[in-house]
C-alpha cells in the first residue's frame, strides 16, 4: 500500500458530463501529481501542486482542471467528457516534488466514458 | 525537451534467466532517473533511482540498473528472473535540481515463462 487514496475506482458515465476525481497524497507529502495512462497516449502528465498552489502543468485540456486543498487532498475535475477521455487516471504524491524523490502512486481511477 | 525511449513494447524472458529492459533518455545535462513497475490493476511502485555516484544502482526485489552517460541509457537489469516479476516496466527522467518534471517511458511489459 503506496499510502495515496484515490475515489472512486470506477467511474462511467456518458460524453458530455463532469466528474470529479479525488486524491489523498500520502501523510506528510506536500506534492501531488495527477497523470492520465491510456493505451495510446502512455503515461502523461497533467498537473502538479505543491501545498496548494499550481506548480507545473503538462498536457492537460482546457476542459480539465484541478485543485488541492488546504488540508492537502486534490481533487481533478473533467468536464464536457469526451469518448476518447476514457482511461486510468493515477494521482501520485510526494514530499517537496523536488526532483530526486520517488512518487507514490494510489491504485488510480479508471474513466469510462460511453 | 527530455523524453525517454524503451524501445522494446515486450520482454520475454525464461524464469531463473537474467533479464534486462532498456531504456534511453534524452535532457539537457545530468538527469536523475528512475525505474517504476506497474503491476495489473495497481498504481506505479518505485524500483530504484540514480541522482549521482556510482553508475550501478541497486533497487527493489533484486533489481539494478546501470546508468551510462556515454551511450544515454539506463538499463534495468535482474540477474535471475521470476514469474512474479512478470508486469509493466516504467523508465523515467527528470532535468536535475529544483522539482519534478518528470517524463516517462512507453512502458515495456516483461514476461517471464515458468
Same mark, same amino acid.
Given at each position: 500500500?503506496?499510502?495515496?487514496?484515490?475515489?472512486?475506482?470506477?467511474?462511467?458515465?456518458?460524453?458530455?458530463?463532469?466528474?470529479?476525481?479525488?486524491? @489523498?497524497?500520502?501523510?506528510?507529502? *506536500?506534492?501531488?501529481?495527477?497523470?492520465?495512462? @491510456? *493505451?495510446?497516449?502512455?503515461?502523461?502528465?497533467?498537473?502538479?501542486?505543491?501545498?496548494? %498552489? +499550481?506548480?507545473?502543468?503538462?498536457?492537460?485540456? %482546457?476542459?480539465?482542471?484541478?485543485?488541492?486543498?488546504?488540508?492537502?487532498?486534490? +481533487?481533478?475535475?473533467?468536464? @464536457?467528457? +469526451?469518448?476518447?477521455?476514457?482511461?486510468?487516471?493515477?494521482?501520485?504524491?510526494?514530499?517537496?516534488?523536488?526532483?530526486? +524523490?520517488?512518487?507514490?502512486?494510489?491504485?488510480?481511477?479508471?474513466?469510462?466514458?460511453? | 525537451?527530455?523524453? $525517454?525511449?524503451?524501445?522494446?513494447?515486450? $520482454?520475454?524472458?525464461?524464469?531463473?534467466?537474467?533479464?534486462? $529492459?532498456?531504456? #534511453?533518455?534524452?535532457?539537457?545535462?545530468?538527469?536523475?532517473?528512475?525505474?517504476? $513497475?506497474?503491476?495489473?490493476?495497481?498504481?506505479?511502485?518505485?524500483?530504484?533511482?540514480?541522482?549521482?555516484?556510482?553508475?550501478?544502482?541497486?533497487?527493489?526485489?533484486?533489481?539494478?540498473?546501470?546508468?551510462?552517460?556515454?551511450?544515454?541509457?539506463?538499463?534495468?537489469?535482474?540477474?535471475?528472473?521470476?514469474?512474479?516479476?512478470?508486469?509493466?516496466?516504467?523508465?523515467?527522467? #527528470?532535468?536535475?535540481?529544483?522539482?519534478?518534471?518528470? #517524463?516517462?517511458?512507453?512502458? #515495456?511489459?516483461?514476461?517471464?515463462?515458468?
Amino acid at each position: 500500500d503506496s499510502g495515496v487514496t484515490q475515489t472512486p475506482k470506477h467511474l462511467i458515465t456518458a460524453t458530455g458530463q463532469r466528474v470529479t476525481l479525488r486524491c @489523498s497524497p500520502r501523510s506528510g507529502d *506536500l506534492s501531488v501529481y495527477w497523470y492520465q495512462q @491510456s *493505451l495510446d497516449q502512455g503515461l502523461q502528465f497533467l498537473i502538479q501542486y505543491y501545498n496548494g %498552489e +499550481e506548480r507545473a502543468k503538462g498536457n492537460i485540456l %482546457e476542459r480539465f482542471s484541478a485543485q488541492q486543498f488546504p488540508d492537502l487532498h486534490s +481533487e481533478l475535475n473533467l468536464s @464536457s467528457l +469526451e469518448l476518447g477521455d476514457s482511461a486510468l487516471y493515477f494521482c501520485a504524491s510526494s514530499v517537496t516534488g523536488a526532483a530526486n +524523490e520517488k512518487l507514490f502512486f494510489g491504485s488510480g481511477t479508471q474513466l469510462s466514458v460511453l | 525537451a527530455q523524453s $525517454v525511449a524503451q524501445p522494446e513494447d515486450q $520482454v520475454n524472458v525464461a524464469e531463473g534467466n537474467p533479464l534486462t $529492459v532498456k531504456c #534511453t533518455y534524452s535532457v539537457s545535462g545530468n538527469p536523475y532517473l528512475f525505474w517504476y $513497475v506497474q503491476y495489473p490493476n495497481r498504481g506505479l511502485q518505485f524500483l530504484l533511482k540514480y541522482i549521482t555516484g556510482d553508475n550501478l544502482v541497486k533497487g527493489s526485489y533484486g533489481f539494478e540498473a546501470e546508468f551510462n552517460k556515454s551511450q544515454t541509457s539506463f538499463h534495468l537489469k535482474k540477474p535471475s528472473a521470476l514469474v512474479s516479476d512478470s508486469a509493466l516496466y516504467f523508465c523515467a527522467v #527528470t532535468p536535475p535540481g529544483g522539482y519534478q518534471k518528470v #517524463t516517462f517511458g512507453t512502458g #515495456t511489459k516483461l514476461q517471464v515463462i515458468p
